[in-house]
């Protein structure tokens, strides 16, 4: 059993918004498990639907690039938000973008060279060296569409394609061209403001349906109605789950009124054609990563030999 910490309860406050006593219970529970001890607290409807993804961060850029059909984003991490406003880094995060293009994946684009005749994995080395600072290489993504645009979004850009939050999103169609860019640009910055986990229901994760389908039984049985009447409820509110999760589901941001897929077929009309929102990736910096805990005195106290 995990050692339940006062960092691990505040931890479980901040993502479930539950009382202190609550957040307590809930991983003793559970054994110190987190993510059971938030489904613990929404079962017993003490806490709201966690969010996944962008939880913890970490330093360094996103890069975006989309040029016709296709597109890239690449994430490069550092261990500090001042290398971020590095001039060479940011050169470098650019370059590898554009390289992201064509090499496909994370290992592909290591080895690939850029202009200057050296390898990624070269240049990272040497800006390790002159920087001073740990960096990596750590993920990238592609979205392409067979006819129509691929449109980009860097939200809070700290240069031209660099930022935190860059999002891609594949439109096919054999319409305008212009008002098809247009439209995937404002789809894309909905997708970086609602953070979407799928493209349409089907393609839902099965996994995290199953997990909200257990605790939205739960939270129904709670009322003491029969079994048929709970599956109903059950699936009423799964709606309402698709309406935060599922992109072509979701309330569009721009007008606060239609959801994305009404916002697609309208805008079909203008184009001239039929338009398919065929996917998209959004990708925030640092993700996922756990950055590490330090005890600053015990730190020092280290160093001082104590």
């Known amino acids: 059993m995990a050692e339940i910490t ?8 901040e993502k479930s918004g539950a009382g202190m006593m609550d957040c307590k219970k809930a991983l003793s529970e559970t054994s110190g498990d987190l993510e059971a001890a938030i489904d613990w607290l929404r079962k017993k409807g003490l806490a709201a639907a966690a969010k996944k993804a962008g939880r913890v961060a970490s330093e360094g850029l996103v890069g975006v690039v989309a040029e016709g059909t296709s597109g ?9 938000d001042f290398v971020a406003r590095n001039e060479s880094f940011q050169s470098f995060v650019t370059a590898v973008t554009k390289l992201a293009l064509t090499a496909g994946d994370i290992e592909a684009l290591k080895t690939a060279k ?18 001073g600072e740990n960096m990596s290489l750590r993920r990238v993504a592609t979205v392409s569409v067979s006819s129509g645009v691929v449109a ?5 850009a700290a240069a031209a394609g660099l930022g935190k939050i860059g999002v ?4 096919e169609s054999t319409g305008d061209a212009s008002k098809l860019a247009a439209l995937g640009k404002q789809i894309a910055m ?3 403001a609602a953070n979407p986990q799928a493209l349409d229901i089907s393609s839902v994760n099965q996994a995290d349906l199953d997990r909200e389908r257990d605790v939205l039984a739960e939270q129904a049985r709670a009322s003491g109605k029969p ?3 709970i599956a109903k409820m059950v699936e009423g509110r799964l709606r309402k789950y698709y309406e935060d999760v599922v992109l072509l589901e979701q309330l569009y941001v721009i007008d606060g009124e239609s959801r994305v897929k009404q916002v697609v077929e309208k805008a079909a009309k203008e184009i001239g054609a039929p338009v398919k929102l065929t996917g998209f990736v959004r990708m925030a910096l640092g993700e996922g990563i756990e950055k590490e805990q330090k ?5 020092v106290a280290a160093q001082l030999g104590n």
């Open 72 to 80: 890239a984003l690449v994430e490069v991490n550092s261990e500090t």
């Open 6 to 13: 006062a960092a691990l309860v505040k931890e479980l406050r």
């Open 114 to 131: 850029l202009p200057e005749g050296i390898t990624v994995t070269e240049k990272l080395t040497q800006l390790v060296a002159t920087i």
């Open 152 to 156: 980009s979004y860097m939200h809070n």
């Open 168 to 171: 891609l999103v594949g439109l």
């Open 227 to 229: 079994e048929e009447i």
């Open 295 to 299: 005890d600053f005195a015990a730190e």
């Open 190 to 192: 909905h997708i970086a």
